[in-house]
């Protein structure tokens, strides 16, 4: 008998079957091709603790604990994001002890109104982000979000505020709205700005820098 062998420490076959079916329901929501298909199915099959109106769900999965997660109105999560609801380290304990005697640790997030969550970003356990917020590409949050916050980074820290970057995107709406007012092309303006922002200038031994 191996050290791991206590009947306790195996994954039971009603686990196993529950697996493979929602491995098929995965596949399926993985193919549904808009975001707001994916909020469609969502809501039908009851996959979150709370969905609200005006939701984007850009990523193609959805998690493993929903019924602990809160999404409410007018929130955007961009494609890769991932909401941790638990984690495994009692699985860890468990063998040490030789049996089966820890609780895997869970806790709730909630994401308020006025949301946006950046691709890649990661939302761990006991979190509670907004409203009116942002959470930036590739963030890992491990702590609450205030209102009116933009936070980035590995773990997230405050980056700037909401309001400061709802001014800019109008400034920036208005910018683009001109540009086609005045039947200018869109594509060739972004990469005209682009060539100015970014433009290398020669050294005086001839070399660009």
Not at 176 to 194: G, T
Request: charged share 25%; aromatic share 10%.
């Amino acid at each position: 008998m191996g050290k791991y062998s206590d009947k306790s420490l195996k994954v039971s076959r009603k686990y196993l079957l529950h697996a493979k079916f929602e491995v098929a329901e995965r596949i399926w929501f993985y193919l549904i091709p808009t975001a707001q298909g994916r909020v469609k199915w969502l809501r039908k099959h009851k996959k979150l603790a709370m969905l609200g109106e005006h939701v984007h769900w850009q990523p193609r999965k959805y998690p493993t604990d929903g019924n602990m997660l809160k999404v409410h109105d007018n929130v955007a999560i961009a494609s890769n994001v991932e909401f941790t609801m638990h984690d495994i380290i009692h699985w860890i304990f468990d063998g040490m002890e030789g049996h089966r005697c820890f609780q895997e640790f869970a806790d709730c997030i909630e994401i308020n109104e006025n949301v946006f969550i950046g691709a890649g970003a990661r939302i761990l356990p006991g979190v509670s982000v907004g409203p009116n917020a942002i959470v930036a590409a590739g963030a890992i949050v491990n702590k609450d979000v205030l209102p009116g916050t933009v936070v980035g980074g590995v773990p997230a820290r405050v980056i700037g505020s909401f309001e400061d970057l709802m001014k800019n995107r109008k400034m920036y709406s208005d910018m683009i709205q001109s540009v086609k007012a005045n039947n200018i092309d869109v594509d060739d303006f972004l990469w005209n700005e682009f060539s100015k922002n970014h433009k290398i200038e020669a050294g005086e031994n001839g070399e660009e820098h």
